[in-house]
C-alpha cells in the first residue's frame, strides 16, 4: 500500500524551491498556533474567573440561606 | 449560543485541512514553469480570496447592525473584520515567500495587485484604532459600522481597477480555474473550502469566547450586587450586547 503510494505521487524536489514552500505553509501554521495560544490563555482566565464566580456565589449562598427558606415558605 | 455547532465545525476544518495537505503534496501534479514552488498557490490564493470575502461580510454585517442597532451584529462584523485582517497579513507573508522564490525579490512596487491589497490591508489596519479612539461604544459601533461599509465596497471596486489595469503580470486565478488541469483545480478548490472553513471555525472561536466573557463579567456584576450594564473602560472590542442572566430561581429566557 505504502510502496503503491509512493510510486504514483510526485517526486518532492526539495532543492532550491522547498524552502519557499515549507516556508509558507510553516507561516499559515504558525498563524494557527498561535491564535491557538492565545485560546488557551483566554479559556484559562475564564476558567479561573468562574472558579472565583462560583467561590463568591457559594459565599453569598451561604449568607442568605436562612432568609431565602424563610421567603419559599411564605405564601404569595 | 454561539457555541452551538462549533465541534463539528472544528472537526470538519482539521479533516479538510488533512484532505487539503495530502491532494497538494500527493496529489497535485508539478507544474511546468514554476514546478514545486507552485504549490505555495494552494495556500497564498484561498488566504487572500478569503479575507477579501470576509472584508465584504464585515460591511454586510455592519449593514445589518446599522438597520437593526443590534450590538450583535456590531460584534460579528467586528470579529469578521479582525479574522479577515489576520488573514490577509499571511497572504501578504506567503505572497512575499512566492515572490522570493518565484521573482527573486521580496516585494515588487510596480505589480498592482500586490500593491492594490497592499493599500486594502493598511485600510483596514485602521479599524482597530478607529475602534479604539471612540469611548461611547454605541457611537464606536455606528463609526466602526461606517467604516466597514465603506471599506467593504472599496475592496471588489479595487479588485475590478486591478482587473481592467493593463499588467498582467501577476498569475490570474479566479476566471481562469478552466485553464487549471482537472487535478489542479480540484487541488485548489479543497484548499479553498479547507481554508473557508478554518476562517470561519476561527471567527466562532472567537464570537464564543467573547460572549462568554461577557456574560462571565455579567455575572460577575450581579453577584456583587452592581448594574448589569456597568460603565467600561477604553476598548476597541465592541461593547457586548445585553446579556440575559434569569433572576435567581427562574432560568433565562
Known amino acids: ?76 | 449560543m454561539y457555541g452551538k455547532g462549533l465541534r463539528a465545525l472544528s472537526i470538519s476544518t482539521v479533516a479538510a485541512m488533512t484532505v487539503a495537505l495530502g491532494l497538494v503534496f500527493f496529489y497535485a501534479p508539478l507544474e511546468a514553469e514554476q514546478g514545486f514552488l507552485q504549490k505555495i498557490f494552494y495556500v497564498h490564493v484561498p488566504l487572500a480570496i478569503v479575507s477579501l470575502c470576509g472584508f465584504v461580510i464585515g460591511g454586510l454585517l455592519a449593514i445589518q447592525h446599522l438597520r437593526t442597532r443590534d450590538s450583535r451584529w456590531d460584534m460579528r462584523s467586528y470579529v469578521v473584520i479582525h479574522m479577515s485582517l489576520i488573514f490577509a497579513l499571511a497572504t501578504l507573508i506567503t505572497g512575499s515567500i512566492w515572490a522570493k522564490g518565484s521573482w527573486g525579490h521580496w516585494w515588487v512596487w510596480n505589480e498592482p495587485t500586490l500593491v492594490s491589497y497592499l493599500i486594502i490591508f493598511l485600510l483596514y489596519a485602521t479599524y482597530q484604532p478607529l475602534r479604539f479612539a471612540i469611548e461611547d461604544p454605541e457611537r464606536q459601533a455606528r463609526y466602526a459600522s461606517v467604516f466597514a461599509i465603506t471599506a467593504g465596497a472599496f475592496v471588489p471596486m479595487n479588485f475590478i481597477a486591478v482587473r481592467l489595469s493593463t499588467a498582467y503580470l501577476h498569475p490570474r486565478v479566479l476566471g481562469s480555474t478552466s485553464n487549471l488541469p482537472g487535478s489542479m483545480a480540484l487541488t485548489f478548490l479543497v484548499s479553498f473550502g479547507a481554508i473557508s472553513l478554518l476562517f470561519a471555525t476561527l471567527c466562532k472561536y472567537e464570537l464564543t469566547a467573547k460572549h462568554t466573557r461577557s456574560q462571565i463579567r455579567a455575572l460577575r456584576r450581579r453577584l456583587a450586587g452592581e448594574p448589569a450594564r456597568a460603565p467600561r473602560g477604553r476598548s476597541a472590542a465592541p461593547s457586548p450586547a445585553p446579556t440575559t442572566l434569569a433572576p435567581a430561581g427562574r432560568p433565562a429566557s
Open chain 1, 1 to 76: 500500500m505504502t510502496g503503491r503510494l509512493i510510486a504514483v505521487v510526485p517526486a518532492l524536489p526539495l532543492h532550491t524551491a522547498g524552502k519557499y514552500v515549507a516556508g509558507a505553509f510553516i507561516v499559515l501554521f504558525a498563524m494557527v498556533l498561535i491564535y491557538v495560544s492565545i485560546m488557551a490563555i483566554r479559556l484559562s482566565r475564564m476558567e479561573r474567573e468562574l472558579g472565583e464566580l462560583l467561590e463568591l456565589a457559594e459565599r453569598d449562598g451561604e449568607g442568605a440561606e436562612a432568609p431565602l427558606v424563610q421567603r419559599e415558605s411564605t405564601p404569595a
